[in-house]
């Protein structure tokens, strides 16, 4: 099998340029981190039009899906490499680093706005979590978030620089809003409120993005209701 992958390049303070490559496989379950890992292995490999490629730098970690280290846009989508497979993506794909981010090089970008916002949001546990069937259900969904910046993406509300922190910190908070009260985290619930509730658009352009499969819109919807509404909501 092939497929041309058309890659989205960029040298450290250089201008973005589009580089493709004819890749062939023979195993349907071939990923593009396997792609490029197989590209930037081979010494010898060329783009189509005979010119030497050079390593292609990306970054990948767990190759599990579970470190959110990978992810970058592939066929207009953002996904994790780890978790693309290159035989359901027909015999052409651009690959494009997320464009939310400053880019550092090639696939690679500076994701640590979402870091940040991490520890803007206070999103650390301050005394004994609440675990019960009101809110175990949620701590669990929201605690499988990868920080890997796809819902982001999406978002027409995201940018770096505004206050607005994103559904990869408000889902990581809506763990501690689930399993706190408004008594025990006040500064959280109230950082919620200003800087999730009041910047989102509700326009759930997020929904079904998330490679990890997390429930985002659920999430909002009782983090909104604690947060917000002042009132626990018990996920069905
Ligand atoms: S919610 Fe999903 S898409 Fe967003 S950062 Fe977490 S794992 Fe990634
Ligand atoms: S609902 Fe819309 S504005 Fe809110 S986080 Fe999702 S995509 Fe962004
Ligand atoms: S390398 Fe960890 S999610 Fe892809």
């Known amino acids: 099998m092939k497929i041309r992958l058309d890659i989205l390049r960029k ?6 340029y589009l580089q493709s490559v004819l890749f062939e496989y023979s195993d349907p379950k071939t990923t593009v981190a396997a792609a490029l890992t197989e590209i930037n292995a081979d010494p010898e490999c060329k783009d189509i039009e005979g010119k030497p490629i050079g390593k292609i730098k990306w970054e990948c970690s767990c190759l599990q899906k ?28 651009r ?3 997320l464009r939310k981010f400053p880019v550092i090089e090639d696939l690679t970008v500076d994701r640590s706005a979402v870091f940040d916002r991490l520890r803007d949001m206070q999103v650390w546990l301050d005394g004994q979590a609440q675990n019960d069937e009101t ?18 993406e999406v978002c027409p509300n995201f940018c770096v620089d505004d206050t607005f922190v994103g559904m990869a910190a408000a889902v990581p908070a ?7 009260d408004r008594k025990q985290s006040k500064e959280l619930y109230d950082l919620y409120r200003k800087r999730v509730y009041e910047g989102c658009g509700k326009s759930l352009a997020c929904r079904n ?25 018990k996920r069905g």
């Open 209 to 233: 993005i998330c490679p990890a499969g997390i429930d985002i819109d659920g999430l909002l919807v009782s983090s909104n209701a604690a947060a917000v509404w002042k009132r626990k909501r």
């Open 95 to 97: 690959i494009e680093p």
């Open 11 to 16: 040298k450290r303070g250089g201008e973005p």
């Open 66 to 93: 579970k470190c959110g280290a990978c992810a970058m846009v592939i066929g207009g989508r953002p996904s994790l490499a780890c978790d693309s497979v290159l035989s359901s993506l027909g015999e052409r794909v």
């Open 174 to 180: 809506s763990r501690l809003i689930a399993q706190t």
């Open 135 to 152: 809110t175990t259900a949620s701590a669990y969904e929201a605690s499988r978030c990868l920080q890997c910046g796809c819902c982001l």
